[in-house]
């Protein structure tokens, strides 16, 4: 949808709402509904919010501890200034669009350098200014279950999943979702989402959709309109959807498996017809990036305490950081080898990535990597749960939070204000869980303590 286009249906009444939207830590859409006639107002300009969009955990709670905002500062403004190109309608919802905003300082105007699209966007041109143009992939995967999110809530989470058995590419269970499932898939092509498809996944009502390849804006962008899509769809539709990494321990959990290669001028620059495997010197380097700075980023790809139970021997989930050919048990899994198609997918992110931070922090890895042209180890043959590989990801978020923290190649790559920023956020998660008292402590210990 251009702006001419969205000049046009406000003249006809065919657009009457507007949602101006930024992207917050968590990967949610945070913003404005305004009335179609007032947004052309502000389109080539600003609007503003609160500066503590992007200080906030899931519950919107205000912890302190981080620089840029505060009640000592006053939580002040940030401004949205609309990004004209994301501009597309909501299908699902009558009369309505949406575009994305790019967050900037209240007073200098200058970009928020945390802001996770910022964050994305200038690795994006670190890779543009060494000749590269970065093309990314993602994957969502994700669980249904009867009632609406609030049905749910109400019910104390008892967690019924929309089908009961594993349904990986099964189409007679698949069927049965497809109320769901169709429109979702629709809705979001329509909205200019390059869907291709959808499948059952290896569990009881999970599923799995697909999006054709872009630059890798463009596909945090098509990720994150996905994943906000897909809960409206599936509440409008009498179900929720959730993109929690493991919601029992004995079900598999779910991935936001991350494809990525490098292109110049139009080409793939990771294929190479005379190396083994086809890949190219350039590939090696940064899928050896990748590999050596993997626990320094664990943080953005698995950003809460439930992501690392998704970690588990035999669940498809990775435990070792090692990369493998066509090998669904390694990190890092090489696909298409030998032909133009050649690529890395990152196994490591759970669906509760914020892919904006993910791909930023894999980027600036991999990119590190060509600038030290590191060496890549062979490729792993096996079962990577079975090796005594001491090379494992971090196994709970206080370990890859110290990573973070301690990364001088985050810190080069994103600076000290965004890692101390996002060490602050991980502090805040370990915090809130710690408080807490379980289930699982009040049924063992209650008698037997």
Not at 6 to 18: A, C, F, P, R
Not at 228 to 237: D, Q, T
Not at 336 to 356: F, H, I, L, Q
């Amino acid at each position: 949808m251009t702006f001419d286009d969205l000049k046009s249906q406000i003249e006809t009444g065919e657009i009457d709402t507007v949602l101006t939207c930024l992207v917050d830590m968590q990967g949610r859409l945070m913003g404005k509904r305004f009335h179609a006639e007032a947004f052309l107002e502000i389109a080539d300009s600003e609007t503003h919010c609160c500066n503590y969009l992007l200080a906030t955990d899931l519950e919107m709670a205000t912890p302190d501890g981080y620089a840029s905002t505060s009640w000592q500062g006053g939580y002040g403004d940030y401004v949205m200034k609309p990004d004209l190109s994301t501009l597309r309608p909501v299908p699902w919802l009558e009369g309505t669009a949406l575009v994305l905003c790019d967050v900037l300082d209240h007073h200098t105007h200058a970009p928020i350098p945390f802001s996770p699209r910022e964050l994305l966007k200038a690795q994006v041109t670190r890779a543009k200014s060494m000749g590269f143009d970065p093309i990314m992939a993602t994957e969502l995967e994700f669980f249904l279950f009867e009632g609406t999110h609030d049905q749910i809530a109400q019910n104390g989470f008892r967690l019924q999943p929309i089908s009961n058995y594993n349904e990986d590419y099964h189409i007679f269970q698949t069927t049965k979702e497809e109320p769901i499932m169709r429109p979702i898939r629709n809705h979001l092509r329509a909205m200019g989402i390059p869907v291709e498809g959808s499948k059952g996944e290896a569990e009881a009502g999970q599923e799995e959709l697909n999006i054709k390849y872009a630059d890798a804006l463009a596909t945090a962008d098509h990720h994150t309109l996905s994943k906000h899509g897909i809960k409206e769809i599936a509440h409008l539709n009498g179900a929720a959807a959730t993109f929690l990494p493991k919601w029992h321990r004995d079900r598999v959990g779910s991935a936001a498996h991350v494809h990525q290669s490098l292109w110049q001028e139009g080409a793939n620059a990771f294929f190479d017809p005379e190396r083994p495997l086809g890949k190219s010197d350039l590939m090696d380097h940064y899928m050896a990036g990748l590999i050596k700075y993997a626990p320094d980023y664990t943080y953005f790809m698995a950003p809460y305490v439930n992501s690392y139970k998704r970690f588990a021997k035999g669940t498809f989930a990775p435990t070792q950081i090692v990369w493998s050919v066509d090998n669904r048990t390694a990190a890092f899994r090489l696909c298409g080898d030998s032909t133009k198609a050649v690529r890395v997918e990152c196994r490591v992110p759970g669906s509760d990535m914020n892919p904006y931070l993910a791909c930023a922090a894999m980027l600036a890895a991999g990119l590190k990597g060509i600038e030290e042209k590191l060496s890549l180890q062979e490729p792993f043959k096996g079962d990577a749960y079975e090796t005594q590989n001491s090379n494992e990801i971090p196994n709970t978020l206080r370990d890859a939070k110290d990573a973070l923290s301690a990364s001088a190649m985050l810190r080069e790559a994103f600076g000290d204000e965004t890692v101390a920023h996002y060490t602050r956020a991980a502090e805040v998660e370990i915090e809130d869980f710690n408080r807490v008292v379980t289930d699982y402590e009040i049924a063992r210990g209650f008698e037997k303590a």
